[in-house]
Nanobody, 114 residues
Framework: QVQPVESGGGLVQPGGSLRLSCAAP????????MGWYRQVPGKQREVVAS???????NYVESVKGRFTISRDNVKKTLYLQMNNLKPEDTAVYYC????????WGQGTQVTVSS
């Protein structure tokens, strides 16, 4: 299976916004539950948001009201709009299939700092 390719990370001040993208080409993207994950050094990777093929969404409590996950099944691309970013959102962000993950991509670094 092809690894996802994440992009869109960067350095942003607290309260700022970023939009992450994840391309998952060559995959059965449209029919699968997709998720955004994040990981900080020394901690396990955690799922922060997921979206079903029916476009229903779920979020971890800490990002509710600030993050929005979406998908484009034609482009086979997953998105994460992140608003009102906080320093504790600093992490490497990854995307993957939730139920049958592919090998993990390199992720995209998000750093929230003044």
């Amino acid at each position: 299976q092809v690894q996802p390719v994440e992009s869109g990370g960067g350095l942003v001040q607290p309260g700022g916004s970023l939009r992450l993208s994840c391309a998952a080409p060559g995959s059965d993207f449209s029919r699968n539950l997709m998720g955004w994950y994040r990981q900080v050094p020394g901690k396990q990777r955690e799922v922060v948001a997921s979206i079903r093929s029916s476009y229903g969404t779920n979020y971890v409590e800490s990002v509710k009201g600030r993050f929005t996950i979406s998908r484009d099944n034609v482009k086979k691309t997953l998105y994460l709009q992140m608003n009102n970013l906080k320093p504790e959102d600093t992490a490497v962000y990854y995307c993957n299939f939730v139920l049958n993950p592919t090998p993990w991509g390199q992720g995209t670094q998000v750093t929230v700092s003044s």
